[in-house]
């Protein structure tokens, strides 16, 4: 409760804090190194389905998926 008090009596010490808070954190994202944020590489998945017996062009037609 002490903090409230000392913000309502104090009030542009809070501002100016605040203020010095937000550009010193601007100034610090400004000056960070590129290594801080690496590539990353996003991970694929590759599904293979085979179907034994079925001719080429069967398989290759875009209605494949009514075969289930």
């Known amino acids: 409760m002490w903090i ?14 605040a203020l010095l808070i937000a550009v010193l954190g ?8 590129t290594d801080m944020f690496p590539n990353i590489d996003i991970p694929v998945v590759s599904v293979v389905w085979q179907y034994s017996g079925m001719p080429a062009v069967r398989q290759n037609s875009p209605d494949t998926g009514s075969m289930l």
């Open 26 to 33: 601007a100034v610090s994202i400004y000056r960070m190194s």
């Open 4 to 17: 409230v008090r000392l913000a309502l009596r104090r009030m542009y010490t809070f501002v100016v804090v």
